[in-house]
């Protein structure tokens, strides 16, 4: 079975700084999908990211982008220029892209405060 | 506007008693899940539909059942027999048929916040 494991709880980041959160995963499979959620204090689920295992180059968005180690099994999130709206519990996220699969497994996110 | 509408947003339940929790989706989306988040945990699946009137457990479907009659519409009841059924509780909608880049990518709703009385 597939696991996500993010083995930071909790981090901090001064605003307008860089801050990268941490995430390895276990899987027998080569192709896959792997995501950042952001949840904020509203609880929505807010998709940040999203990286195909058959793409070698990092995904980007913004301010937003990943350190994607196939080999390693590891997709770390880096934030550059944090803003206060950042804080938020962040979820990093695996899903096998063969037929007939559906399910997202999670890890146990890390809680991402912003200091001003 | 186009998304996923969760209903109520708090939910209190009795002893002995199911309740429903209500998705309702008008993104065209194929596939359905719903997901119970506890305090320090990520989400766990409960169950999931990829067409009408079909629909899998997850890893945690006792005391859950769901029903798939409208492509639109994907409830959740919480029967009597789940024990601990106090969580949050997200639902989220996929387009699984070959559509580029939005393929594959979950999106979700407000979520359900069900405690018990």
């Known amino acids: 079975a597939q696991t996500v494991t993010q083995s930071q709880p909790e981090m901090s980041v001064q605003e307008a700084e860089t801050v990268t959160l941490s995430c390895t995963y276990d899987t027998s499979e080569s192709d896959y999908y792997l995501f950042w959620y952001k949840q904020p204090p509203s609880r929505q689920m807010i998709l940040v990211i999203r990286q195909e295992a058959y793409k070698q180059q990092n995904a980007t968005e913004n301010r937003f982008s990943v350190n994607f180690q196939k080999a390693a099994k590891s997709f770390s999130l880096k934030i550059s220029d944090s803003q206060l709206g950042d804080a938020a519990m962040y979820f990093c996220a695996y899903r096998y892209s063969g037929a007939g699969s559906y399910q997202l497994t999670f890890g146990k996110g890390t809680k991402l405060s912003v200091i001003p | 506007d186009g998304g996923i509408t969760q209903s109520p947003k708090y939910l209190f339940r009795k002893e002995g008693q199911n309740v429903t929790l209500s998705c309702e989706q008008n993104?065209?989306?194929?596939?359905m899940y719903w997901y119970r988040q506890d305090p320090g945990q990520g989400l766990r699946l409960i169950y999931y539909s990829q067409i009408v009137n079909d629909f899998q457990k997850g890893d945690i479907a006792e005391g859950y059942s769901v029903s798939r009659e409208k492509k639109e519409s994907f409830p959740l009841t919480v029967t009597s027999a789940q024990k601990n059924p106090t969580a949050f509780y997200l639902c989220?909608?996929?387009?699984?048929?070959?559509?580029?880049?939005?393929?594959?990518?979950?999106?979700f709703g407000a979520g359900t916040r069900l405690s018990v009385l």
């Open positions: 989220a909608s996929s387009i699984e048929r070959k559509s580029g880049g939005a393929k594959n990518i979950q999106y």
């Open positions: 993104l065209n989306h194929d596939a």
